[in-house]
């Protein structure tokens, strides 16, 4: 082929829609020279026979920025490239049944006004004007969304494609990828049926197909891709005339419904009824050797199975009585991927250089617009406009063995609509990862949450406490824990508790010239010998990249910990920094140890008991000791916020360490008891209050900036520029007059009649009696006592901002006892 490029500079693997947007917004970004690949035509994949829906409703602010930028585009793009497409922006009605579902709309509600969508909370009589032949007898409300909508699947990937071809990029459809070689310098080599193709980076797109094209991967540092595939079908009315007479009058089609507390969207198509279920007596493929995928799938469906989706078919026929007066003209039943989270996968390729993922979407028609946009600034730029942690590859580590990829797809397809409340734990694949005492933390009474994995308690419950599934179904602050967690942050304020914390993220760093490389990483300097440190990272533009705590034993040796989640993230973000020359080295030692926190006034006491060290060494200082016979790490430092200490062990001597510990009187404390512990003194927690959505100035953690330091840390200029010009928010913590329930994460926060910054976290304060608030708000308004009002499920409550010091010990005299 006298056309066949050998050369681009980056390679797409999948020509579905996902795969169209990233190669158009490369283009758009000025990188031209790029090809796709597609083994068959475009949009072969789950994308022929897609639905075409087009929502920005999310509860994730990543995921309802991605989808709303595509509506953005798609109302444009046809124009914009000169290919015309069936783009109808209808507008959707989605309908409460429940006091909890219409909470959830107007959380909703409030993220899409911040990010100008114009939602609106309805009564069910004003769905009725709208759409005269909806049933509204048992309605608690509606969420209108008019910006939401359906687009043609086929026509907005070509569109995409005529874009991109536009600009100079190649398609080769019906090319095959085969495999993948990575050079030593990093680049790669794509192989075809038809030719080698070299380029600098690869895009895994390649939808239900990514997990067999992510082998390729494996030799290089790569991973199974965690990933399943479901069987979701849809089925297509024949023409209905009162719908045709409907949109001759009005001159437009109907809004789609979508009855979430049912598991079904029903629009609209022609002048016929498309039913979309998601129902929970779902069905899985390719998921054993009787079912296996084939090599290739193109254009193809399974047989139809009306059976599995009857009840939620005689649901929607009593909502739009009309649904009756016609038969069923064909039913579209074929294969959509899953990441265990029902969010797709897209970033950097975990564990593999100048390689990145953009693939298993659920939604990929909605995200498929925003979906490129992130994806050409990852591989160009780096970093992406929002944080993307929510659809981030390295949110999954080790534990996504292919039995807990297809529970959770399982799980979550079934609950594709369900409400994901603050208290609830999903319980399908779990115990993937145990810490040594789990046995004695259950028995304890523990009630169990999974981080990164890791089993840990949230709460210890009696035994007359209701633990069921159902009791967690509120978005309010009371329920079954309520009592415990207080009793549990009494404990930690008045005597001592213990926290088990296994999958603390754990690297070690050791060897000549680590000092001085560690140095030139972070914003701000290192601890000396024998003590412990906070130190934060920040990318060129000066946004927090993430937070760690460095021990420091010796001059060129480190022990640095991380959140549980971040393991893979700040993993990679160590090592894409280390230099090729390095004399020292990087181990992970997250499965190696265990990790308690023994904290409160009594905390002292009870260790001396224990061991011989010397517990009056101050706070941040790391000593070595014995606890019941094996070694310890005490590190003398408390998240809670007391007195305290974590108590690192080698996993087999943790649990005769954490019986003493137990025995000596420490009483079991769990996470949520924490979070309210470290809320009242202001600490950060990673992805919520500490993400690449904020500048380290903005995010209040200006003593962790040291623009003095010769060395050229990345972010420095960009924190040098934003010093001089000022931040346009800041950081503040808020005493909220909240009512039932405390703020969620990303709640508006409102200064009259205007939205002036969100919540990063909230929650309760046990020590304090009172609802605490974190948050971003315009620089002018932060500050002490300034009047705002935080907006909680549709209420407005009234907030004042609080001194720069934590609520609890704002002098740190009890931390430093």
């Known amino acids: 082929m006298s056309d066949f490029p050998i050369k681009a500079r980056v390679v797409i693997i999948g020509g579905g829609v996902v795969g169209a947007s990233t190669l158009y917004h490369l283009g758009l970004k000025g990188w031209t020279d790029c090809v796709l690949l597609e083994k068959n035509e475009l949009t072969a994949g789950s994308t022929w026979h897609a639905a075409g829906n087009v929502p920005t409703f999310s509860t994730s602010w990543a995921i309802m920025n991605m989808q709303r930028y595509s509506t953005e585009l798609y109302a444009r793009l046809g124009e914009e490239v000169d290919y015309p497409m069936n783009y109808h922006q209808t507008g959707s009605i989605r309908l409460a049944h429940t006091k909890e579902r219409m909470q959830e709309f107007e959380r909703a509600c409030s993220m899409g006004r911040y990010q100008g969508i114009e939602m609106e909370i309805w009564t069910p009589e004003q769905a009725k004007e709208h759409y005269p032949f909806l049933e509204i007898h048992d309605l608690a409300g509606v969420l209108w969304d008019p910006s939401d909508g359906d687009i043609d699947p086929a026509q907005v990937t070509q569109a995409l494609a005529k874009g991109a071809r536009d600009m100079g990029q190649k398609i080769l459809r019906f090319t095959p990828a085969t495999g993948v070689t990575q050079k030593d310098d990093k680049t790669w080599i794509v192989h075809t049926d038809k030719g080698d193709i070299e380029c600098d980076y690869v895009v895994n797109a390649a939808g239900y197909y990514a997990q067999r094209v992510g082998e390729w991967f494996k030799p290089y540092g790569g991973r199974t891709v965690p990933m399943m595939v479901m069987e979701h079908q849809y089925l297509l009315t024949e023409q209905i005339p009162e719908i045709e007479a409907h949109s001759k009058i009005t001159g437009k089609k109907l809004p789609l419904i979508r009855d979430v507390d049912v598991s079904y969207y029903l629009r609209q198509e022609k002048n016929g009824y498309n039913l979309g279920p998601y129902e929970p007596n779902c069905k899985a493929h390719w998921v054993d050797?009787?079912?296996?995928?084939?090599?290739?799938?193109?254009?193809?469906?399974?047989?139809?199975?009306?059976?599995?989706?009857?009840?939620?078919?005689?649901?929607?026929?009593?909502?739009?009585?009309?649904?009756?007066?016609?038969?069923?003209?064909?039913?579209?039943?074929?294969?959509?991927?899953?990441?265990?989270?029902?969010?797709?996968?897209?970033?950097?390729?975990?564990?593999?250089?100048?390689?990145?993922?953009?693939?298993?979407?659920?939604?990929?028609?909605?995200?498929?617009?925003?979906?490129?946009?992130?994806?050409?600034?990852?591989?160009?730029?780096?970093?992406?406009?929002?944080?993307?942690?929510?659809?981030?590859?390295?949110?999954?580590?080790?534990?996504?063995?292919?039995?807990?990829?297809?529970?959770?797809?399982?799980?979550?397809?079934?609950?594709?609509?369900?409400?994901?409340?603050?208290?609830?734990?999903?319980?399908?694949?779990?115990?993937?990862?145990?810490?040594?005492?789990?046995?004695?933390?259950?028995?304890?009474?523990?009630?169990?949450?999974?981080?990164?994995?890791?089993?840990?308690?949230?709460?210890?419950?009696?035994?007359?406490?209701?633990?069921?599934?159902?009791?967690?179904?509120?978005?309010?602050?009371?329920?079954?824990?309520?009592?415990?967690?207080?009793?549990?942050?009494?404990?930690?304020?008045?005597?001592?508790?213990?926290?088990?914390?296994?999958?603390?993220?754990?690297?070690?760093?050791?060897?000549?010239?680590?000092?001085?490389?560690?140095?030139?990483?972070?914003?701000?300097?290192?601890?000396?010998?024998?003590?412990?440190?906070?130190?934060?990272?920040?990318?060129?533009?000066?946004?927090?990249?993430?937070?760690?705590?460095?021990?420091?034993?010796?001059?060129?040796?480190?022990?640095?910990?991380?959140?549980?989640?971040?393991?893979?993230?700040?993993?990679?973000?160590?090592?894409?920094?280390?230099?090729?020359?390095?004399?020292?080295?990087?181990?992970?030692?997250?499965?190696?140890?265990?990790?308690?926190?023994?904290?409160?006034?009594?905390?002292?006491?009870?260790?001396?008991?224990?061991?011989?060290?010397?517990?009056?060494?101050?706070?941040?200082?790391?000593?070595?000791?014995?606890?019941?016979?094996?070694?310890?790490?005490?590190?003398?430092?408390?998240?809670?916020?007391?007195?305290?200490?974590?108590?690192?062990?080698?996993n087999a001597d943790m649990p005769a360490i954490y019986d003493a510990i137990i025995a000596a009187g420490a009483k079991p404390f769990g996470m949520y008891a924490l979070n309210s512990l470290r809320l009242e003194k202001g600490y950060r927690a990673w992805k919520g209050d500490l993400s690449t959505d904020y500048s380290m100035f903005e995010g209040g953690l200006d003593r962790f900036v040291k623009l003095d330091k010769p060395q050229d840390f990345p972010g420095k200029a960009a924190l040098q520029a934003e010093k001089q010009q000022g931040s346009k928010k800041r950081f503040v913590t808020l005493l909220v007059d909240a009512g039932d329930c405390d703020a969620p994460y990303m709640s508006c926060i409102w200064s009259g009649d205007q939205i002036v910054g969100e919540t990063t976290s909230g929650g309760w304060g046990y020590r304090i009696n009172a609802s605490i608030a974190l948050g971003m708000v315009r620089s002018d308004l932060a500050l002490p006592g300034t009047v705002l009002e935080v907006e909680i499920y549709g209420e407005k409550y009234h907030a004042v901002v609080q001194e720069d010091q934590p609520l609890w010990d704002p002098d740190n005299a009890r931390l430093r006892a």
């Open 289 to 650: 050797a009787s079912d296996q995928m084939p090599d290739d799938f193109s254009f193809q469906l399974w047989q139809e199975d009306l059976d599995r989706i009857e009840d939620i078919v005689v649901d929607a026929m009593a909502r739009v009585p009309l649904m009756e007066t016609s038969g069923v003209s064909s039913v579209i039943n074929g294969p959509i991927p899953y990441a265990p989270d029902g969010l797709p996968l897209m970033g950097p390729m975990p564990g593999v250089a100048n390689a990145f993922e953009a693939c298993v979407f659920t939604f990929g028609i909605a995200q498929g617009g925003g979906a490129g946009k992130v994806m050409a600034e990852w591989i160009v730029d780096g970093a992406t406009e929002w944080d993307m942690w929510a659809v981030d590859p390295r949110r999954y580590t080790d534990y996504t063995d292919q039995d807990y990829c297809d529970q959770k797809g399982m799980e979550v397809y079934g609950n594709e609509y369900a409400m994901h409340f603050p208290h609830h734990e999903w319980p399908a694949a779990r115990d993937k990862k145990l810490s040594p005492v789990h046995d004695r933390v259950i028995a304890a009474g523990g009630v169990m949450g999974a981080y990164n994995g890791w089993e840990r308690a949230n709460w210890y419950a009696k035994e007359s406490d209701d633990t069921s599934l159902e009791a967690t179904h509120t978005w309010g602050r009371q329920g079954p824990w309520t009592q415990r967690v207080k009793e549990e942050c009494e404990a930690v304020r008045d005597h001592c508790g213990v926290l088990d914390l296994p999958g603390f993220s754990r690297f070690k760093i050791k060897g000549p010239g680590a000092d001085e490389w560690l140095r030139g990483l972070v914003t701000g300097a290192l601890p000396k010998i024998g003590r412990v440190g906070l130190v934060y990272f920040a990318d060129e533009r000066g946004r927090i990249q993430t937070e760690m705590s460095v021990t420091r034993e010796a001059e060129d040796q480190f022990i640095l910990v991380t959140a549980a989640t971040a393991q893979w993230h700040d993993q990679e973000w160590l090592q894409r920094h280390m230099p090729a020359d390095r004399a020292f080295t990087l181990e992970d030692w997250t499965t190696r140890m265990d990790t308690l926190i023994v904290t409160g006034p009594a905390s002292r006491d009870i260790l001396e008991t224990l061991c011989d060290a010397d517990l009056s060494l101050p706070w941040l200082s790391l000593q070595e000791s014995e606890i019941a016979g094996g070694w310890v790490a005490l590190l003398r430092v408390s998240f809670a916020g007391e007195l305290g200490w974590e108590v690192h062990a080698e």
